[in-house]
């Protein structure tokens, strides 16, 4: 990269939120996917203006940016696949502003999820959607990617608790878009920004919804002895039009790892356990608690545990939200699907699942959003060996396209980024995807924003780089 | 237009067969917007074939609507130009419906009426509860962009919209999005085709997540000396755990608008007298669930009521409930039938703005003596209706500048009003979009993305897209 850019940069922010050398680099190099890729330089803006003079920089030099807020993304979306200026939003963390009345807050991008809540739980308001990373990954990030969760089966994604942001343009141009109050004249921009990858804008900006918290909730653990008993039950309970808050399952090979590791409680003899949240007035999640739990033993549950009190439920969650930490300590490497399933086709697919694992000679672990349909099969592997991993991701793309055969979609919450971008055309023919490259193009003409994600580019597949994971522990998905 | 007008009917003809294009004037002018008649009505089939109109109607620079029931042809502006109406009714397939996973697929042109019956038989339903709802189709009601009571609970179509299909301004055929409940693969690009009034692109087919119906459901209803009471139950309500399916709040005058013909062919089933009568501030909020959860609603209600000074109070159910859910539902459309120069503004703000909104647009409505009723959704928007007996240019310019005064002090508290529904020769003269939006030039980017030569509705849409 230019020298004088660096040098550009550190007239504009200063030197201490300029990162350039290579050990600096290293860090901001992978997110929690399984891509590498490495910036030229890091950067930490302290508000929309230094976000306003990196473009302006970025501009003069044509060199690409990309936003990053704490790197726990799934898909490879902060990072800087062409190399270029990464915009790190750690500094832009503070909550601008908290209406308790009219239950919004307006939030700069690096504000961690669960500190919103944390910020407003005295007020018995939240912010609802509760990626597993919540307690690291930022709202920011989290609107880029249109991030899920377990509690999103009844709260809906990021999407639905977004108003407006205030975003800053590739071209340099400082926007507003949407409104605080509804239904702003015009077309839904929030709507299409909030999850554009990063590909749209640098939002710098973010008036959320705040959602009051349940009056009761209950959390049920329902055990199986086979992991058809699971996906039936979770089947019977969407078709009765429960709708649990969650309803998370896990099967009996990631619940061992998970034991080993949180001690959660969760049963290592099993097959399968759903993991249930049911909220609401007292009196009604109360009735559906039991209904749930009637469901579950309909279809052959050993055991229907309900949390008796906030520290059992606590931990129930605790193992859930550190899964993948706990996986992490089994093998070198791992590789986390996304797809999307119709409901009523979980059972066949989970089987089809475990076939391509004994094809492949892979072990899969199971543990996903279930009331969702969002499948996250974790593929173990060591990539250290080339040809491990190139059967990891022929093992990984037969699934997705069974998740397509099915009706589904390659991702549910962890985004398209650079890891699935040549998935694209399994879902979208080349007349969607020029027509979204238009919509791109009209806001990000130059392509200097994150480039290389979403769309597949000519070059094709096998760019995929894997690095072994660095620590086992963080929290995901 | 670059070729004999007169040639156009045949060469819509080689698209969708002769029997599929109407030019009569009788039936063009059935299809007409703000006065203007388009020179042809084609009924198309698939998206196939829309495409090939729309690759017609660019080559040709025509300019094309679609439309099916016809309701909502007199939101927004008037065409800059109209040749072509493309009657969308003939698009009402059930393309695919998954009762165990909640999930629908339809063609645009599907009545809701008849969606509805057929969600129902699996106890399933849409919280679309639009105005016209015996009429409008699914297309037009996401096109429109119309809202309704159940928006307290379950949100906007943009909260349930799974995926689309459309044809864009190119002719080309695109979608967004996709089946399942959960989906981050691609722009969200249906989400700004809602309330888009169809200048982004002709919609074909949308996905839904579909809900369960609910279970037995009451309303209560509560009156108010002042507006300030009224909403201030509305206030303590939202602080509650309580978690009502709708909620809303209606000026005095609503009474003798719901005394109308028009309401009663909506409503048969009266309502008890002490209710939409008198000159007290209404509130009113439905809820549903099982008996413990009903006796809890109603209980926590009544008490909350009682606190906040309501005059009386009584709990709706069976077809009185039905009558006042269907008053509430087509608000609008009893209101444009009960005055020869109806308007009807749409405010948002803040929740806890409406009681000042509501003040302020009464004071603007009242100062000039001009007839008003309003309905308030307690998420913070309000329809306020200007009712005035004719349609005389000084009553005209009575309800610009009480809309103008409206519209500013709205946008000063940080908030916006639009004006959808009003005569056709007052549009002219009334901010029909509202006051000039800043993120109106990202829009325009959005519009040349789409469909860069305008021919879909040209004119209609905000800032005059």
Redesign the interface.
């Known amino acids: 990269m230019d020298s004088h850019a660096i040098n550009d940069l550190k007239k504009l922010l200063g030197a201490d939120a300029v990162l350039y050398r290579p050990e600096e680099l290293l860090l901001y190099e992978y997110d929690g996917s399984v891509e590498v890729a490495r910036p030229n330089c890091v950067v930490f803006p302290r508000n929309t203006k230094d976000v306003l003079g990196i473009v302006q920089i970025a501009n003069r030099y044509q060199i690409p940016i990309i936003g990053r807020g704490a790197g726990t993304g799934l898909s490879g979306g902060a990072l800087a696949r062409q190399g270029g200026i990464l915009v790190v939003f750690s500094r832009m963390n503070r909550v601008l502003e908290i209406?308790i009345?009219?239950?919004?807050a307006v939030v700069q991008p690096g504000v961690v999820n669960a500190d919103l809540s944390v910020a407003v739980a005295h007020t018995g308001l939240h912010f609802a959607p509760d990626p597993s990373s919540q307690k690291a990954s930022t709202i920011g990030g989290n609107v880029s990617?249109?991030s899920?969760g377990p509690h999103?089966l009844a709260y809906?994604?990021t999407?639905?608790h977004v108003h407006s942001l205030e975003a800053v343009l590739p071209t340099g141009?400082l926007?507003?878009?949407?409104?605080?109050?509804?239904?702003?004249?015009?077309?839904?921009?929030p709507?299409?920004f909030?999850?554009?990858e990063g590909t749209l804008a640098l939002i710098t900006e973010i008036t959320v919804k705040l959602t009051?918290l349940?009056?009761t909730v209950k959390t049920l653990l329902a055990i199986f002895d086979t992991v058809d008993d699971a996906t039936e039950t979770v089947?019977d309970i969407?078709?009765r039009?429960?709708?649990p808050a969650a309803c998370e399952m896990l099967d009996g090979w990631t619940i061992r790892a998970v034991e080993a590791y949180v001690h959660a409680g969760f049963p290592v003899d099993c097959a399968a356990v759903l993991l249930l949240d049911v909220d609401?007035?007292?009196?009604?999640a109360e009735?559906h608690a039991e209904e749930v739990a009637d469901v579950c033993r309909l279809h052959r549950a050993r055991e229907v545990r309900v949390a008796r009190d906030a520290r059992e439920r606590d931990l129930l969650w605790k193992g859930r939200k550190n899964a993948f930490g706990a996986v992490g300590r089994l093998s070198p490497t791992y590789y986390v699907q996304d797809g999307?399933?119709?409901?009523?086709k979980l059972p066949q697919t989970l089987r089809r699942i475990n076939e391509i694992g004994e094809k492949y000679g892979f072990e899969i672990g199971n543990i996903f959003?279930a009331g969702?349909?969002?499948l996250h099969p974790i593929i173990l592997f060591d990539a250290r060996e080339e040809k491990q991993f190139q059967r990891a991701v022929a093992s990984a793309d037969e699934i997705i396209g069974f998740c397509i055969e099915m009706?589904?979609?390659?991702?549910?919450?962890?985004?398209?980024g650079m890891e699935?971008d040549r998935l694209?055309p399994l879902?979208?023919?080349e007349?969607?995807?020029?027509?979204?490259r238009?919509?791109?193009?009209?806001?990000n003409p130059a392509g200097l924003l994150n480039p290389g994600k979403?769309f597949p580019n000519t070059k094709g597949c096998g760019e995929i780089h894997v690095r072994p994971l660095p620590v086992a522990g963080v929290s995901r998905a | 237009m670059n070729i004999a007008s007169a040639t156009v009917p045949s060469r819509l003809a080689d698209i969708v067969g002769p029997s599929n294009v109407g030019t009569d004037p009788a039936q063009l002018a059935a299809f007409a917007i703000d006065d203007k008649s388009p020179s042809s009505v084609v009924r198309p089939q698939s998206a196939a074939e829309i495409a090939e109109i729309v690759k017609f109607a660019r080559k040709e620079k025509l300019a094309i609507v679609a439309t099916s029931a016809r309701t909502k042809l007199g939101i927004g502006l008037p065409p800059r130009q109209y040749d072509i109406a493309l009657d969308m009714t003939r698009l009402d397939r059930m393309v695919s419906y998954d009762p165990g996973d909640l999930t629908l697929s339809v063609e645009a042109g599907i009545p809701l009426h008849k969606l509805s019956a057929i969600l129902a038989e699996h106890r399933q339903f849409l919280p679309l509860a639009v105005p016209y709802f015996d009429r409008t189709t699914i297309g037009g009601t996401i096109a429109s962009g119309v809202d309704g009571p159940l928006r307290q609970f379950y949100g906007t179509a943009r909260d349930y919209l799974l995926g689309m299909e459309f044809v864009t301004g190119e002719g080309v055929v695109a979608k967004s999005g996709g089946r399942v409940v959960k989906n981050v693969t691609g722009y969200d690009i249906h989400k700004v085709m809602i309330g888009a009034l169809g200048t982004l692109g002709v919609i074909t087919r949308i996905n839904f997540k579909t809900f369960p119906m609910l279970l037995s459901s009451r309303a209560f209803v509560a009156t108010f000396q002042t507006v300030e009471r009224a909403c201030g139950m509305r206030n303590r309500v939202s602080q509650s755990h309580l978690a009502p399916v709708t909620m809303e709040i209606f000026s005095p005058g609503v009474a003798n608008l719901f005394a109308s013909d028009a309401a009663k062919r909506i409503a048969p089933t009266s309502i008890p007298e002490n209710i939409f009568s008198g000159s007290r501030w209404i509130f009113t909020s439905g809820f549903a669930g099982n008996p413990n959860a009903l006796a809890r609603y109603e209980n926590d209600l009544r008490k909350t009521a009682e606190e906040c000074g309501a005059v009386d109070a009584a709990v709706l159910e069976g077809p009185q409930l039905a009558s006042a859910f269907a008053l509430k539902r087509e608000f609008i459309p009893i209101a444009l039938s009960s005055s020869p120069a109806t308007a009807v503004l749409k405010i948002s703000g803040l929740p806890r703005q409406i009681a000042e909104a509501l003040t302020a647009a009464t004071r603007e409505a009242e100062t000039r003596r001009l007839p008003w009723v309003a309905m308030a959704r307690g998420v913070g928007i309000i329809y306020f209706a200007i009712l005035p007996s004719e349609s005389s240019e000084a009553t005209k310019q009575q309800a610009v500048q009480a809309a103008d005064s409206t519209l500013s002090t709205c946008a000063a508290w940080g908030g916006h009003a639009t004006i959808p529904w009003c005569p056709t020769a007052w549009k002219s003269a009334l901010k029909v979009w509202g006051l000039p939006r800043a993120d109106f030039a990202q829009m325009l980017k959005l519009k040349k993305a789409f469909d860069r030569d305008g021919i879909f509705g040209p004119g209609r849409f905000v800032g005059g897209i």
Request: charged share 25%; no cysteine.
């Open positions: 209406d009345e009219n239950q919004r990617e249109n899920g999103t809906g994604v999407t639905n141009e926007v507003r878009l949407g409104s605080t109050a509804l239904d702003p004249p015009g077309y839904d921009l709507g299409l909030v999850g554009s009051r349940p009056e089947v969407t078709a039009a429960i709708t609401g007035l007292r009196e009604v009735q999307v399933i119709p409901r009523t959003h969702d349909g969002n009706g589904g979609s390659i991702t549910g919450e962890h985004g398209v699935k694209m879902l979208f023919t007349d969607d995807m020029n027509l979204m238009r919509v791109r193009d009209a806001y979403i």
